[in-house]
């Protein structure tokens, strides 16, 4: 979400250029270190900074996720370690402001108090606003009454991902076909405002749920006949346990191929190839929680993958990884168990080194098969 604060904002900046002594600000950038999708550590993040201001950022406000089971929810200690980073940014010279901000969880408005809400709010006195993130069910009563109860409290609201609102359209609120309500009514209804909603309407307009056709508008497309791995993943979240049995099905037949392809591939000349499928098995092995062993499980395929060196299977399984939209949390609890991973990984590993393409067909479908079952009652669980 970068905004230039140049006239390139107004559209009067010469052959797409900026004007000298101009810059960006990135009012949602996920820069501090070791906080949910900030970077691993300081020098991560003081690589970022550097990369930011190469391309043109002066201002970065840091939004870390600020929610109950995510980020941190103490405003104070991310203002703190927002000027921790400032120190760090000075010390090494990278001109860039950073400020203090968050990807606000709408749950926890209502539990953070005015002095609280104030740290994490930006703009001028009497215009503060606040980012606030869509939850992945999409807008909902809910969602409303947070916000309206920041407006209340003398906040504007700057909506995170509005494209999730896609599920107006898909629970058919907007028939395919029709044609979408003017922007500021279709503002009003959702609750936002009309910097959001273009945004939110540009991303509905690149998943194909809408088009836009001169005289008409916004058009609805038909959701069923979309392929887009954020339209998949929205019919996920709103169909639920059966659809997902459905794309992991998906999943599960390419398996067979992958395994096959991977061991007759596999030559004496591919040590390369070999040492990093044991490589990331040993990934796998090391890992010690669920979260790490369901990373280490994906890179894990990847490698699998390229050894089958088929890019167009390698683009199918990504389509189908993708899919899941960043919710893969949700089916973290199949990770629980370790043993039956490992076990799984090695006699896949054990086939594809051997050359045997049809012990290695049979042990990723029948791995892939049975993490599906425990994809599925993880998902249950969670839901």
Same mark, same amino acid.
């Given at each position: 979400?970068?905004?230039?604060?140049?006239? *390139?904002?107004?559209?009067?900046? %010469?052959?797409?250029?900026?004007?000298?002594?101009?810059?960006?600000?990135? /009012?949602?950038?996920?820069?501090?270190?070791?906080?949910?999708?900030?970077?691993?550590?300081?020098?991560?993040?003081?690589?970022?900074?550097?990369?930011?201001?190469?391309?043109?950022?002066?201002?970065?406000?840091?939004?870390?996720?600020?929610?109950?089971?995510?980020?941190?929810?103490?405003?104070?200690?991310?203002?703190?370690? $927002?000027?921790?980073?400032?120190?760090?940014? %000075?010390?090494?010279?990278?001109?860039?402001?950073?400020?203090?901000?968050?990807?606000?969880?709408?749950?926890?408005?209502?539990?953070?108090?005015?002095?609280? /809400?104030?740290?994490?709010?930006?703009?001028?006195?009497?215009?503060?606003?606040?980012?606030?993130?869509?939850?992945?069910?999409?807008?909902?009563?809910?969602?409303?009454?947070?916000?309206?109860?920041? #407006?209340?409290?003398?906040?504007?609201?700057? $909506?995170?991902?509005?494209?999730?609102?896609?599920?107006?359209?898909?629970?058919?609120?907007?028939?395919?076909?029709?044609? @979408?309500?003017?922007?500021?009514? @279709?503002?009003?209804?959702?609750?936002?405002?009309?910097?959001?909603?273009?945004?939110?309407? !540009? #991303?509905?307009?690149?998943?194909?749920?809408?088009?836009?056709?001169?005289?008409?508008?916004?058009?609805?497309?038909?959701?069923?006949?979309?392929?887009?791995?954020?339209?998949? =993943? %929205?019919?996920?979240?709103?169909?639920?346990?059966?659809?997902?049995?459905?794309?992991?099905?998906?999943?599960?037949?390419?398996?067979?191929?992958?395994?096959?392809? +991977?061991?007759?591939?596999?030559?004496?000349?591919?040590?390369?190839?070999?040492? +990093?499928?044991?490589?990331?098995?040993?990934?796998? *092995? =090391?890992?010690?929680?669920?979260?790490?062993?369901?990373?280490?499980?994906?890179?894990?395929?990847?490698? /699998?993958?390229?050894?089958?060196?088929?890019?167009? /299977?390698?683009?199918?399984?990504?389509?189908?990884?993708?899919?899941?939209?960043?919710?893969?949390? =949700?089916?973290?609890?199949? &990770?629980?168990?370790?043993?039956?991973?490992?076990?799984?990984?090695?006699?896949?590993?054990?086939?594809?080194?051997?050359?045997? +393409?049809?012990?290695?067909?049979?042990? $990723? =479908?029948?791995?892939?098969?049975?993490?599906?079952?425990?994809? $599925? !009652?993880? &998902?249950?669980?969670?839901?």
């Amino acid at each position: 979400m970068k905004h230039p604060w140049s006239q *390139r904002n107004h559209g009067i900046a %010469a052959a797409g250029a900026d004007p000298p002594g101009m810059a960006y600000v990135d /009012l949602h950038f996920h820069l501090l270190p070791g906080v949910d999708d900030g970077p691993a550590d300081m020098a991560a993040s003081l690589d970022l900074a550097r990369r930011a201001v190469a391309d043109g950022t002066g201002t970065i406000v840091a939004t870390p996720h600020v929610r109950t089971d995510l980020g941190l929810t103490d405003a104070v200690e991310l203002h703190a370690r $927002v000027l921790q980073l400032r120190g760090a940014l %000075a010390a090494a010279g990278i001109p860039i402001d950073v400020r203090c901000g968050a990807e606000l969880g709408h749950e926890m408005v209502a539990r953070l108090r005015q002095g609280e /809400l104030d740290l994490l709010a930006q703009g001028p006195p009497g215009r503060r606003w606040i980012l606030v993130e869509t939850p992945f069910h999409g807008i909902g009563d809910d969602f409303h009454a947070a916000t309206s109860e920041l #407006r209340d409290r003398g906040y504007g609201v700057l $909506v995170a991902h509005p494209e999730r609102s896609a599920d107006a359209i898909l629970d058919g609120a907007f028939a395919p076909g029709s044609t @979408l309500p003017p922007e500021r009514e @279709l503002a009003e209804q959702l609750g936002v405002n009309r910097t959001s909603l273009r945004q939110g309407l !540009a #991303r509905l307009q690149q998943m194909g749920l809408i088009e836009t056709r001169h005289g008409s508008g916004n058009v609805v497309c038909d959701p069923e006949g979309l392929t887009h791995p954020a339209v998949v =993943e %929205a019919l996920v979240r709103k169909l639920g346990p059966e659809f997902l049995v459905e794309l992991l099905e998906i999943r599960a037949a390419l398996g067979p191929l992958i395994g096959r392809l +991977a061991a007759q591939r596999i030559t004496p000349d591919s040590e390369d190839v070999a040492e +990093a499928l044991r490589a990331a098995l040993t990934a796998v *092995r =090391e890992a010690d929680t669920a979260p790490a062993r369901q990373a280490a499980d994906l890179a894990y395929f990847r490698v /699998l993958i390229h050894a089958s060196r088929n890019r167009a /299977l390698g683009l199918l399984y990504r389509w189908v990884e993708h899919a899941f939209g960043g919710r893969e949390h =949700e089916l973290t609890g199949a &990770y629980d168990d370790a043993e039956p991973v490992i076990a799984d990984l090695e006699v896949i590993t054990e086939a594809v080194l051997a050359g045997d +393409a049809a012990a290695a067909a049979t042990a $990723v =479908e029948a791995y892939l098969y049975a993490s599906a079952l425990r994809m $599925v !009652a993880a &998902y249950r669980d969670g839901g």
